[in-house]
């Protein structure tokens, strides 16, 4: 098997956290360069763009993009017209219609585009689906709280227009829910909080619902301190499912029939690979949708400003 | 040719205006019954409804709705499932996800779905586009401003969530974008003005490019008051050229080269007879995702109430 060189682009926490790792741990793949403003890793080639990596670093076949989402497309438009493979961190963008010239040029070029969910390869989330697929569905449930101090110090760019605020790990619930769930959902209703201090909501509620009037719910919270919460609750007729830790574990009620350790990273890079070896890309925009959608049609409350 | 028999839904100011009058003018429509909470017309019958429509009412092949966006979903789902075919208003819905559903069943039923954008159909659009697709674009600049209170009197619904807001008029403006440029293009930056008492914004300045960087700027403002401005402009290499009017009027380097008497709503009722003789949609999401991607990534600002 031919190695898949990868650079990665944006070198911050969950590059250092997740990417390096994976990319290491992974058959076929390997991290050949460093683009980032200031982070760089020792014996690896570094650069402080990613135009710099691609005019003047060494031989690479892909790049994955772990840059915050407001500046990716610039850089995946880049990437692609260099003739690399572009993996996005999740979002893929800081909308939904600038995705769709990216695929195009993927498609044209024969490069892989891969929009990444990393949470839907969280290992029960499979066993979910394949479970809810033979039971009727009566109301589902998403509790997504955590403390934002915890898990993004210093993300300012989380804040800024863009940037998604609790929507950044609420999108991750969203994939799974987009995942596991046998028919589309849409957005009928969503409640956003706002710090006055902020562009991006620090709390929100959603009402999702599919054609047959499935009622689900989902709150996403920030300021979540004590325990965290990431789990999604489906009531059937045949009891209720509990995914639970972002989707490492299944629950029935209340019996944990599926658990695994998180390689959601890795699954991620083997996909790359995979993708990559017939140039095939893997774009869903549907938990993105759902979350413009949410900024479109939500009812906006301002609350107090954030302190980091 | 069979006539269509229409029934509207939602008789607001919209429907009175345009709809009753072009149903009117055009060959194999007729308009068939009114449903609206409060308002009527003379010697037609009339529901309160549209389940009440769908149940009592005289036999009828397609329903218009007209109603607000927040509602159309629920309504369209139950015209659909009665078989009838199904013209919507813009935008097509509250929100951009809520759509793909309908599609299918639309779909499944081979019943129409036409989400109408009639400002792409005033006179001026077609002989813009063919022109601009023999030209090099070098800018666009979209001017679309008017008076709230004098186009939307009374129009609470255009301030609630779901509403639009100053996005209202604006979508017309990028329906006639999105039909004119030879490229899709997508929303770079947003700015949002939001007054404190109301949930959609009262003016907007997008910014949007296409894959090859052409400059597009738009701005919205429901407060304009004295000369109303519903403007486009387009700078290329053999000229400037403006549409102007809402697109009824276009001239090359100020010498007016297209003019029209509006037919717009005239023509949206041709072409839903002509779908509904076979059945097809006719769906394009295009201006609302736009309008989505500029809630998503935008920067909100308040400003002073408005009193309507």
Known sequence: MTELRIAIVGFGKIARDQHVGAIAAVPGATLAAVASRNASLPDLPHFATIEELLEKGPPIDAVSLCTPPQVRRAQAVAALRAGKHVMLEKPPGAGVAELDPLIAMAGETKRTLFATWHSRHAPAVEPAREWLAARRIRSVHVNWKEDVRVWHPGQ?????????????????????????????????????????????????????????G??????????????????ILVETDQGRMTLSRGGRIMAIDGKTVAEAPDEEYRELY???????????????????????????????????????
């Open 156 to 212: 300012a760019w989380i804040w800024e227009p863009g940037g998604l605020g609790v929507f950044d790990p609420g999108i991750n619930a969203l994939s799974i829910l987009t995942r596991i769930l046998p028919k589309p959902v849409f957005v009928n209703a969503a409640e956003l909080a706002f710090p006055a201090n902020c562009q991006a909501p620090i709390a929100a509620k959603l009402t999702l619902t599919d054609i047959d």
């Open 270 to 308: 083997r996909h790359f690979v995979a993708l990559a070896a017939t140039g095939a890309s893997d774009v869903d925009l549907a938990p993105l949708r759902l979350v413009a959608d949410a900024f479109l049609l939500g009812r906006r409350t301002i609350v107090e400003p954030f302190v980091g």
């Open 214 to 231: 499935l009622p689900v719910t989902a709150e996403f919270d920030f300021r979540q301190t004590g325990p965290q919460s990431w789990d």
